[in-house]
């Protein structure tokens, strides 16, 4: 099945700074990228994904990039701002799996004001 | 209410005793899948619904752990004969996606399951 590794396990930044974060999967067939944010104690949320048919997306501050050939996706953060300080989660999935998806083990972000 | 909602959101339990976990998912969301996220970590698929059909179970842990959706709407894990080990948070996903494509999963706050 698939595996997906996430690094680093924990991130420190000031505020102001960028941040990166990444992950590498294990199954070529993956097609679906997304990167959740989790608040302690609160829900996963997805903020950001990208599929496999392109190399980048950005939105606003984030920015997610693929390399379909090395299998590893990263997520990047600008302007990094206290509120941006959560737990992120990347994930993998792929058609015909009906949304399943794998998760990697989370990035704790803080982000010092 | 418009998100998921998932009940009790805390559960104390003594090693042994049975517990059952309620997901009710976004309306009209076809799909429903059981997350266990262990502290610290991300979460571990369990189970998934499409409608009221369990079509995949390969990440229940054991036979102890059931899961069911007879309307094709509200879900419920129950664990039986809980262990220390069955210590979680137990997520709730649905999802207007079917078979053919991926997309967003809507999560629930979960149920945080300690057992004693």
């Known amino acids: 099945g698939e595996n997906v590794e996430q690094h680093p396990s924990t991130l420190s930044v000031q505020e102001g700074d960028s941040a990166v974060i990444k992950c590498t999967y294990s199954?070529?067939?993956?097609?679906?990228f997304p990167w959740y944010k989790q608040e302690l104690g609160k829900r996963p949320q997805l903020i950001i994904d990208?599929?496999?048919?392109?190399g980048e997306k950005k939105d606003q501050r984030i920015a997610v990039t693929l390399n379909k050939t090395a299998k590893h996706f990263s997520l990047h953060i600008t302007e990094t701002q206290p509120e941006d300080s959560a737990v992120y989660f990347c994930?993998?999935?792929?058609?015909?799996?009906?949304?399943?998806?794998?998760f990697g083990q989370g990035t704790i972000l803080t982000v010092h004001p | 209410g418009a998100g998921v909602s998932q009940s009790p959101r805390y559960k104390v339990a003594k090693r042994g005793q049975d517990v059952a976990l309620r997901c009710d998912p976004i309306s009209g969301h076809v799909s429903l899948f059981w997350y266990q996220q262990a502290l610290g970590q991300g979460p571990e698929f369990l189970t998934y619904?499409?409608?009221?059909?369990?079509?995949?179970k390969s990440g229940l842990p054991s036979d102890r752990f059931f899961a069911e959706r007879p309307e094709g709407s509200v879900s419920t894990l129950k664990i039986q004969r809980t262990q220390q080990e069955d210590s979680a948070v137990y997520l709730c996903a649905s999802s207007t996606r079917t078979s053919e494509n991926t997309g967003e999963l809507f999560f629930g706050e979960g149920s945080r399951l300690t057992v004693l």
């Open positions: 994930a993998a999935g792929k058609r015909g799996s009906y949304g399943k998806l794998t």
């Open positions: 199954d070529s067939a993956s097609n679906y």
């Open positions: 990208i599929r496999s048919n392109v």
């Open positions: 619904f499409q409608n009221e059909a369990q079509l995949d």
